[in-house]
């Protein structure tokens, strides 16, 4: 099924393009230089089950090199897909089209692994009231782009830096002296900002409640600790649960009544989906 998103900025996507064909064409691609440059087609094919993110990288790297070219694609952002599946096809110039192909590739295929990993995830929680976040654990200069990935995958985003809210963990705490010292140092610095407390123990769970916040962070808790905590809230500020996350596990901790479970893998394991571009119609 296919989703509503709203992609980064066409600057933002125009400058992790230029990066990328920057290292991979440098002073220009001496293969297809040798090819006549004559009006060609290609179509693009996904190998493996997967949900599709990543089409506005795909679009901008090869309309970088040809914006004459014309892509029609066969699946929206977000939709899932089976192996075998031809995605789009391509109309446009020989020599752009197989210089524009590997950087086309490697966003979508990365931005693509990490919309399945998430929508795998959010289909092991599905029917509990806990979302699917990603972390700042991200491909670096990619932030964006894998967000938006996590959004394709039905997921939701945690902070996108260390600008748009305050985080106060362990060692934010340890060096303001304690819990409520770095909560009343936040709140006088950053009052226009979101807060968000990591706790320890059941007693800084009862402080950060009492002090206030947006979000609670339960930290490595066990089941009957992290049970405890949903109970001690009492719906008054959404938990987070992070840390020691997988498939395996993930269900276990919904079912306890977490608001949110935050997972680095969604973007740090990417496990890239397996595409390829051929010159040619499908069959041909």
């Known amino acids: 099924m296919s989703v509503a998103l709203v992609p980064p900025t066409s600057d933002v996507i125009d400058a992790d393009i230029a990066r990328a064909l920057a290292e991979d064409?440098?002073?220009?691609?001496?293969t297809a230089a040798l090819l006549p440059d004559h009006a060609d087609v290609a179509y693009l094919l996904c190998k493996e089950d997967a949900v599709i993110a990543g089409r506005p990288w795909f679009d901008a790297c090869h309309r970088a090199l040809n914006p004459q070219v014309?892509?029609?694609?066969?699946?929206?952002?977000?939709?899932?897909?089976?192996?075998?599946?031809?995605?789009?096809?391509?109309?446009?110039?020989?020599?752009?089209?197989?210089?524009?192909?590997?950087?086309?590739?490697n966003f979508l295929q990365?931005?693509?692994?990490?919309?399945?990993?998430?929508?795998?995830?959010?289909?092991?929680?599905?029917?509990?009231?806990?979302?699917?976040?990603?972390?700042?654990?991200?491909?670096?200069?990619l932030r964006l782009a894998q967000k938006y990935a996590v959004r394709a995958g039905?997921?939701?985003?945690?902070?996108?830096?260390?600008?748009?809210?305050?985080?106060?963990?362990e060692n934010h705490i340890r060096a303001a002296g304690s819990l409520m010292a770095a909560i009343h140092a936040a709140r006088a610095m950053h009052a226009q900002l979101p807060l968000i407390v990591e706790v320890e123990t059941l007693a800084q769970l009862q402080?950060?409640?009492?002090?206030?916040?947006?979000?609670?962070?339960?930290?490595?808790?066990?089941?009957?600790?992290?049970?405890?905590?949903?109970?001690?809230?009492?719906?008054?500020?959404?938990?987070?649960?992070?840390?020691?996350?997988?498939?395996?596990?993930?269900r276990s901790i919904a079912e306890d009544?977490?608001?949110?479970?935050?997972?680095?893998?969604?973007?740090?394991?990417?496990?890239?989906?397996?595409?390829?571009?051929?010159?040619?119609?499908?069959?041909?």
């Not at 064409?25 to 001496?30: A, C, F, R, T």
């Not at 931005?111 to 670096?140: F, H, N, W």
């Not at 339960?218 to 600790?225: G, K, M, P, S």
């Not at 009544?257 to 041909?284: E, F």
Request: net charge positive; proline share 2%.
């Open 25 to 30: 064409l440098g002073s220009g691609d001496v």
């Open 70 to 105: 014309h892509i029609e694609w066969r699946v929206s952002e977000g939709d899932r897909v089976a192996a075998g599946t031809v995605l789009a096809n391509l109309d446009g110039r020989a020599r752009a089209l197989v210089s524009a192909e590997r950087a086309a590739l």
């Open 110 to 141: 990365t931005l693509s692994g990490t919309a399945t990993t998430t929508a795998a995830y959010v289909a092991a929680v599905r029917g509990t009231k806990a979302q699917i976040l990603d972390t700042r654990k991200t491909i670096p200069g």
């Open 154 to 169: 039905g997921g939701g985003n945690h902070r996108i830096g260390l600008y748009d809210a305050v985080m106060l963990k």
């Open 207 to 250: 402080e950060a409640l009492l002090a206030g916040c947006e979000r609670i962070l339960i930290d490595d808790f066990d089941r009957a600790t992290r049970r405890n905590a949903v109970r001690i809230a009492a719906g008054r500020i959404p938990l987070e649960v992070s840390g020691g996350v997988d498939l395996a596990t993930v």
């Open 257 to 284: 009544g977490v608001d949110y479970i935050s997972i680095g893998g969604l973007t740090k394991h990417v496990h890239a989906i397996d595409l390829s571009m051929k010159l040619g119609r499908p069959g041909g």
